[in-house]
């Protein structure tokens, strides 16, 4: 963190209160932005008349849509009923896409407006939108009409009970525990024995279940912001398991959940008690070798370890695996909406007086890039309706949240985010610069489709950065989901292409018209080019290992 003035500390407890009540969110950024939006189009007359005009036309049209009352249903999720095809909801239905089309064009660019101004402004208009909806209000909602009718308006009582208890559990700030879904007993069960352990870590080992296994272990570094079990739910979709099954020895970090006396723990302890401490535990030797996995904000933290062990001459790595993971931060998505200066020095101030950042000081920004399915729609199904969205491993995993200490937080945002480092080649490790050209092991990238963490476009642009083979594939689902595409799982697909040290760049629209589409899911693919990059089979290794306890360990439980 940036060095501040000791007096600062009546203005960070102020942005600590002003925290709690916007799920970390800075005001600031978003009046600054509305203030350029604003004055820009009091500065611009034709585009004043353009949107009058355009008001006026979209109000004849909502008249006319009054006497005519039809309108073909959307894609929009909200009105997927047939009761909104049923006047007088068709009419709300179109009035309300009407006003979504108006504001559209009231926030599109403006000559002289910054671009993230104008993103920001877009985006805030859609949430205003989105909780004016007529799809969250009983009265104009004719689903929750109907159920209030059947049940005699039970709903709303039941409703009322869904909102008590999810009010208090806010309160407490205790975590939601399903008593299906309970770590070490139904979720992340795979075998396996914590063999390492250090103030910031816990290396889980899983315990081979083929006779031979390939000679290359498999090591898999997942983002500190989440819990490391992401990979092992449940025994049909844990990612775990499907290796150690294909006969490879895997490990994995878990990572402890820090407190406040972690508040000073940097991006370089991540780097040297995380990665290398682990790598140093599986392969001590210099000529070991292992395939390096990385999940998410775990593969950045890889590809910069990486690129430092390259620059060091350390050939430990056989091959390197990077799922929904960027190393480029120029085009990150929605996500830079809520990283720009002001907001990083927001939660700076958050930070430092508590030392580290909760979960939930995370969460609104997260919730808001969905809003419409992880805010309104449960709002409307959990306390409208009276129902509960029944729960799965996923949803349990997602409930168990994770800190961010102050220190790495900090440094992560400011010198990924907001400068870019490692992709210019300006990062340090150990006070040496690393650069991703000096790679020159083979990568596997995956990406996801509808990832909103992780766009897949940026992922992409691995390809651009190192000078070594890239099998770059773009699979079907979310961040998670998609990851978590297991054989057999429905309406699974995938897309796959190499290329190799040498070739011309192909442009991410190029490589989606000529990257043939693949039914099922991309976990076969991966461990057959993991395979094709090892050296053979070998026997497990049967000496006794020391064994600090069984998986998942106890960092997991923090």
């Known amino acids: 963190m940036p060095d501040d003035p000791a007096d600062r500390n009546l203005d960070r407890i102020l942005h600590s209160a002003i925290g709690r009540s916007t799920g970390g969110l800075s005001p600031t950024a978003l009046s600054t932005a509305w203030l350029d939006w604003a004055l820009h189009l009091v500065g611009s007359p034709e585009r004043q008349m353009q949107l009058v005009a355009s008001g006026w036309s979209k109000a004849f049209e909502a008249w006319a849509t009054t006497w005519a009352g039809t309108e073909a249903a959307g894609p929009d999720k909200r009105f997927a009923s047939a009761a909104w095809n049923r006047p007088p909801y068709t009419q709300l239905r179109h009035w309300f896409h009407l006003q979504e089309a108006w504001w559209q064009e009231a926030t599109a660019p403006i000559a002289g407006v910054d671009p993230a101004h104008q993103r920001i402004v877009a985006f805030a208009a859609r949430q205003i939108l989105d909780t004016i909806s007529p799809a969250n209000f009983a009265f104009t909602n004719p689903d929750v009409l109907g159920k209030t009718l059947e049940q005699r308006g039970q709903n709303f009582v039941q409703g009322w009970q869904n909102w008590l208890e999810d009010f208090n559990q806010i309160i ?18 795979t075998e396996g024995d914590v063999v390492y352990q250090n103030r910031l870590i816990e290396l889980i080992r899983y315990r081979p279940t083929t006779d031979k296994v390939q000679a290359e ?10 819990k490391y079990y992401i990979l092992d739910l449940s025994e049909h979709n844990s990612l775990v398991a499907y290796l150690r099954d294909q006969g490879f020895e895997v490990y994995i970090i878990s990572w402890k959940n820090p407190d406040k006396t972690d508040a000073h723990l940097s991006l370089e302890d991540y780097l040297s008690l995380g990665l290398f401490g682990a790598l140093d535990h599986v392969a001590p030797r210099p000529d070991g070798r292992v395939h390096a996995v990385g999940y998410c904000l775990g593969g950045t933290l890889l590809a910069a370890g990486a690129a430092a062990m390259a620059r060091d001459h350390d050939a430990r ?29 927001f939660l700076e101030d958050i930070m430092a007086t508590q030392g580290y950042l909760r979960a939930d000081q995370m969460a609104g920004a997260f919730r808001m890039l969905r809003s419409t399915d992880l805010i309104w729609s449960r709002v409307v199904r959990h306390y409208l309706l009276g129902e509960r969205t029944p729960m799965n491993d996923l949803m349990a995993w997602n409930a168990d949240a994770t800190r961010m200490p102050a220190r790495m937080h900090s440094e992560y945002l400011r010198q990924m985010f907001l400068q870019n480092r490692l992709a210019k080649g300006q990062f340090k490790v150990d006070g040496r610069h690393v650069a991703l050209t000096d790679l020159r092991m083979p990568i596997f990238c995956l990406a996801t489709e509808a990832d909103h963490v992780s766009p897949w476009s940026s992922v992409f642009k691995l390809q651009l950065l190192t000078d070594t083979d890239v099998t770059f594939c773009l699979t079907s689902g979310g961040h998670n989901s998609g990851v978590l595409s297991e054989p057999g799982h429905k309406n699974r697909h995938y897309r796959l ?17 000529r990257a043939e589409l693949v039914q099922g899911s991309w976990w076969p693919e ?33």
């Open 217 to 226: 272990p498999i090591l898999i570094v997942p983002a500190w912001i989440m």
């Open 497 to 513: 292409l190499t290329k190799t040290e040498g070739q011309h760049h192909v442009p991410a629209t190029a490589w989606m018209e």
């Open 172 to 189: 407490s700030q205790t975590p939601k525990v399903h008593p299906d879904y309970r770590v070490g007993e139904t979720i992340a069960v």
């Open 526 to 558: 991966w461990s057959a080019w993991l395979a094709d990059h090892s050296s053979g089979l070998r026997k497990p290794q049967t000496e006794k290992r020391q064994s600090l306890g069984p998986a998942p360990g106890t960092y997991v439980f923090g």
């Open 317 to 345: 790595l056989c091959s390197m695996s990077v799922l929904a993971a960027q190393v480029d931060f120029s085009e990150p998505g929605e996500l830079s909406l809520f990283i720009n200066e002001n907001q990083v020095a």
